[in-house]
């Protein structure tokens, strides 16, 4: 029985695709070739959520033995990991992670919180999933969204709270089992944050990783209609998967996908100064967690590129 011995597990936006990528080339690491399995958030649950999509878009993993099977592949790697941003997010995450696998390592990337909200809000109108028309409006309904049951990639605003979030985690790790990147270093400085990170996993850290490529770049649609029709899943894609063949299919989509991309717009700085309030207690506390000085989100001045 092979299992993982690490996991990234956050923060949605904040370059944890790109991350999942760039992991998987080093020789000493094997990534589960899924994505974002989300099985220590959904483990014995249901998957009843309520939102856009929430339950149809998506592939979740909740059985043991399907999540065991992502790692059928490792061979001689000694590091075995797999990404689901939500399991910093979700409460439930950390004891069945704990159950599970004791010993693991824990990789939390952060991301100055409102770009990071504003990252996910984007994202969220690209897959053609998020009914409202401006980031605004979309922050002040995450709390009835909340109530009714809205799964965790629409709480833009409560996803930022990391030091609530590492808090939980250090009621069942010790501190020298999570380690924490920053966002802003990853883009900035990616040589000397993976070498960081490859000696946290016990792998060669010199090895030399090529960080031009980067996934799941944010960007929004310039018909969301079209988007929606473009996406996979809806009645049009699946009639068209029986009569066109596969690569057909997927040059003529690609072509209709750049002719819908725009350019991603950036958070304005109305936006910017309403809500960078709600995340200043919490991340004058990370301050003291992380023992480095947060000033330039406050200041504005944090890498400002998505994944």
């Known amino acids: 029985m092979t299992l993982p011995n690490f996991l990234i597990i956050g923060a949605a936006k904040a370059g944890t695709t790109t991350m999942w990528h760039q992991l998987g080339q080093h020789p000493q690491i094997y990534m589960s070739p899924h994505k974002e399995p989300r099985?220590?958030?959904?483990?014995g649950r249901p998957v009843d959520f309520r939102g856009?999509?929430?339950?149809?878009r998506f592939h979740f993993v909740t059985e043991y033995a399907q999540y065991e099977a992502l790692f059928d592949g490792v061979k001689k790697e000694t590091a075995i990991g797999e990404a689901s941003p939500w399991y910093l997010y979700v409460p439930s995450a950390a004891p069945a992670i704990k159950e599970l696998l004791p010993?693991?390592?824990l990789i939390a990337i952060l991301r100055e919180p409102v770009e990071r909200a504003f990252s996910n809000y984007?994202?969220?109108?690209?897959?053609?999933?998020?009914?409202?028309?401006?980031?605004?409006?979309?922050?002040?309904?995450e709390e009835s969204r909340i109530r009714a049951g809205w799964s965790p990639r629409f709480h833009y605003k409560q996803k930022g709270l990391y030091f609530r979030q590492l808090s939980h985690y250090l009621k069942f790790f010790d501190r020298n089992q999570i380690w924490v990147g920053l966002y802003d270093d990853l883009l900035q400085t990616p040589a000397l944050f993976f070498s960081d990170?490859?000696?946290?996993?016990?792998?060669?850290?010199?090895?030399?990783i090529d960080v031009r490529r980067r996934l799941n770049v944010s960007w929004v649609p310039r018909s969301r209609t079209l988007g929606r029709v473009l996406k996979e899943g809806n009645s049009l894609t699946r009639m068209t998967r029986r009569v066109v063949p596969e690569p057909i299919r997927q040059r003529v989509k690609n072509l209709f996908v750049a002719i819908n991309e725009k350019r991603k717009p950036a958070l304005s700085p109305d936006d910017r100064r309403r809500f960078r309030p709600e995340y200043e207690e919490d991340v004058r506390q990370?301050?003291?967690?992380l023992g480095l000085s947060l000033e330039r989100w406050r200041n504005g001045d944090s890498a400002t590129r998505t994944d």
């Open 39 to 43: 099985y220590f958030a959904l483990c």
């Open 52 to 56: 856009p999509g929430d339950t149809t």
């Open 103 to 105: 010993d693991v390592k």
């Open 122 to 141: 984007l994202h969220a109108v690209r897959e053609g999933l998020e009914p409202l028309r401006t980031f605004h409006e979309a922050m002040d309904a």
């Open 197 to 208: 990170l490859f000696s946290f996993l016990d792998v060669d850290p010199e090895f030399k």
């Open 286 to 289: 990370l301050e003291g967690f």
